[in-house]
């Protein structure tokens, strides 16, 4: 009898692994989609809850269950088998599955940094600096990635590492930069002179974020010429800045990054190219969301969208029907699968129209965001807009690191309990803080430019 008991025990507690693997693919599939509302991700954060919950209620014989299954483990599986351990205090287990992930795949270490990110116990801190010291790059990108989301504070430590592949490296300057200590800026400088684009794209941000006035310098004179700058120069520029950015919307394979870049940088100038681009339908959704940064137009509207698809759902039939004549499955009642969503126009004539009847209410030369004359406000507003791309929402914080020197410990992959949480911060710094900006100036380093 005992052991039946136990075999069934085994059973429930592999069953909550798999589910909790379920959710957490989901939610990092959903996050990925551009018109997802991120809210929306609550209800399934909460399911994958309890499902942790429910292995800590297991005790000895669920943690028994989730150390043997690490080392096989599907990242979500990975995912709540560490949250167990960290929450059940196993620094043992921690260390074991910590040192067995420097060689594994992308997605299970991506899974640890995850995890790790929400439930590293404060008194592991210090482990994780240990460990700097001699990790090799996979682990170095993995404790990087922890520390610059935990804001631990190791900047000496991860100034001394010796970042031998562009991935650790990435990871440490986006590290650096969100710890808020002026002296990593000579750590930066250093990986600033790497060739590789991800690197220097991160290492730039962050010398902005750091107040930087001569990465400020470097940004407005690379963005002309290396469309990878482009991106810093919208959160540290002025409206000179438009004519740099406008240049990558006539060019495919920059526009749009452009398109978002100039919604961020908010001069009217950036308007009319951002309403040509609508006619590129590769592009017209990111250009519609530019404008929307830009002007606040409530162009919203109900569409059909199909679900995605894939083929291991399908039955034999179905995949036959989908390799030699692209027929996707139906419902029973012949209708294709998917629903309504609530979608940004990407239609030039609808924008086009909406802008004629609201021109008067914008002014040359202001800086605008969501309709509106720009203050720290306006990227609150736009970090908790429903339906705003991750993208969008991630540069939206750097940006207010950048241009107004607010520590916001802000990522738009956290859970969304934990955003809302540093959302209200953010919220009473706004209101702190308003009378120490004009509206509709551009800013870097709280100081006003142009």
């Known amino acids: 009898m005992a052991l039946t008991s136990r075999t069934f025990r085994i059973g429930l507690y592999l069953e909550h692994l798999d589910e909790a693997s379920f959710l957490y693919d989901q939610c990092r599939a959903l996050r990925k989609q551009a018109d997802f509302a991120w809210r929306s991700l609550l209800d399934f954060e909460d399911r994958l809850e309890a499902h942790i919950d429910a292995l800590m209620i297991g005790n000895t014989l669920a943690l028994e269950v989730c150390s043997k299954r690490v080392p096989e483990a599907e990242p979500g599986e990975l995912y709540a088998a560490v949250s167990v351990f960290c929450r059940a205090g196993l620094a043992q287990e921690f260390s074991r599955t910590l040192a067995g992930l420097e060689d594994a795949p992308p997605a299970r270490r991506r899974a640890l940094v995850d995890a790790l990110s929400r439930e590293l116990p404060a008194a592991w801190s210090g482990r994780i600096g240990a460990a700097l010291a001699q990790a090799a790059p996979p682990l170095l990108q993995i404790l990087a990635a922890i520390v610059a989301n935990r804001r631990i504070p190791l900047s000496r430590e991860l100034a001394a590492t010796h970042c031998a592949d562009s991935s650790a490296a990435t990871a440490v300057a986006r590290a650096l930069g969100r710890l808020n200590d002026p002296e990593a800026l000579t750590a930066l400088d250093a990986l600033a002179q790497r060739p590789e684009v991800a690197v220097r794209r991160e290492v730039l941000t962050a010398q902005l974020a750091l107040g930087s006035t001569e990465a400020a310098r470097t940004a407005n004179a690379l963005a002309p010429r290396e469309p990878w700058a482009g991106r810093a120069l919208a959160l540290s520029g002025d409206g000179a800045a438009c004519a740099a950015l406008t240049s990558g919307i006539e060019k495919p394979d920059q526009a749009r990054s452009a398109a978002i870049s100039l919604g961020l940088l908010g001069d009217l100038r950036g308007v009319r190219p951002l309403a040509r681009l609508l006619e590129d339908k590769a592009n017209a959704a990111w250009a519609a969301w530019g404008l929307y940064l830009i002007t606040g137009a409530p162009l919203f509207g109900q569409e059909f969208v199909p ?43 609808v924008w086009n129209d909406w802008l004629r009847a609201n021109a008067a209410r914008f002014e040359a030369g202001r800086r605008y965001r969501l309709g509106e004359l720009v203050t720290p406000a306006s990227t609150l507003k736009t970090l908790l807009e429903p339906q705003m791309p991750d993208e969008i929402r991630q540069a939206a914080a750097d940006e207010i690191r950048i241009r107004y020197q607010c520590e916001l410990p802000f990522e738009s992959d956290m859970p969304v309990r934990q955003q809302l949480r540093v959302l209200r911060g953010l919220s009473r710094w706004t209101e702190q803080h308003a009378s120490s900006f004009e509206l509709g100036r551009w800013y870097f380093g709280g100081r006003p430019i142009g």
């Open 307 to 349: 679900d995605a698809v894939h083929e291991d759902e399908m039955n034999e039939q179905e995949r036959h029907a989908w390799r030699e004549h692209g027929a996707v499955p139906q419902r029973g009642d012949g209708r294709t699968f998917g629903g309504e969503r609530s979608l940004l126009s990407t239609s030039g004539d």
